[in-house]
């Protein structure tokens, strides 16, 4: 008799990758206000943003 296999998340990746944007991205934001648009903290906040929206798609999960 076999036991089932716990299976893994598959979409846990972009989970973590999504709660990761979210705490960077005011982080960023406030970096960007206070530079007055510096190109580093405008980049960050570009992937922190892409990060969210992945999460927030899940193209891995069910």
Same mark, same amino acid.
């Given at each position: 008799?076999? #036991?089932?296999h716990a299976t893994a998340?598959? /979409?846990?990746?972009?989970?973590?990758?999504? +709660? @990761?944007?979210? &705490?960077?991205?005011? &982080? %960023? @934001?406030? =970096?960007? @206000?206070l530079s007055g648009g /510096?190109? +580093?903290? =405008? &980049? +960050? %906040? /570009?992937?922190?943003?892409?990060?969210?929206? +992945?999460?927030? @798609?899940?193209?891995? /999960? #069910?």
């Amino acid at each position: 008799m076999q #036991r089932p296999h716990a299976t893994a998340e598959a /979409g846990l990746g972009t989970t973590v990758l999504g +709660v @990761l944007g979210l &705490i960077v991205l005011p &982080i %960023a @934001l406030i =970096g960007l @206000l206070l530079s007055g648009g /510096g190109l +580093v903290w =405008g &980049i +960050v %906040a /570009g992937a922190a943003a892409l990060a969210v929206l +992945v999460a927030y @798609l899940d193209p891995f /999960g #069910r």
